[in-house]
């Protein structure tokens, strides 16, 4: 965490959410637990902060010049090309077939493998920040995540699918 109020926060959630639902199990249970939802706490941020940074980007490109003038992006997107359209039939099959290749190649990578990968380019995590979720070193980080990239590429060309 760059932001120590931020840090904070996600460490009382996480606590939080362990009084909440665990308060009734064995105290010699909880570093477990509590490391469990501090991981996936931490991970709920990056999600919900790429997101948003996301929908920020995008609005704040459709904003005018003159910012004088009352202003709704919404009104300026044409329909034509609609990224947001649902695709064609055949176009959604084919994104579907891909991804059940992908999630089933990412199903057999080894756990820690298959962790490095997802934080690292799912989550958009960097080196030190996955090094840390996962509480091993840097070079671990790009141990799994070299591992996973090339069993990945391995499966999904045996698989048949063509890699760029």
Not at 31 to 50: A, E, G, M, S, V
Not at 131 to 151: I, N, Q, W
Request: glycine content about 4%; overall charge negative; charged content about 25%.
């Amino acid at each position: 965490m760059h932001n120590e109020h931020t840090a904070l926060d996600i460490v009382q959630d996480a606590m939080i959410k362990l009084a909440e639902k665990y308060g009734d199990k064995p105290a010699n249970e909880y570093p477990q637990l509590f490391q469990r939802i501090l991981q996936n706490t931490i991970r709920d941020h990056y999600r919900r902060q790429k997101v948003r940074n996301t929908w920020t980007t995008l609005f704040s490109s459709l904003m005018p010049k003159n910012e004088d003038d009352e202003f709704d992006p919404l009104e300026s997107l044409a329909d034509e090309d609609n990224p947001s359209a649902p695709p064609l039939p055949d176009a959604a099959l084919q994104q579907k077939q891909v991804i059940a290749r992908i999630e089933r190649a990412l199903e057999r990578l080894p756990a820690r493998q298959r962790e490095a990968f997802l934080l690292r380019y799912w989550e958009g995590m960097d080196i030190a920040e996955t090094a840390a979720v996962m509480g091993c070193t840097e070079g671990s980080v790009k141990t799994h995540c070299s591992r996973a990239t090339h069993a990945l590429a391995a499966a999904l060309k045996n698989t048949g699918m063509e890699l760029p």
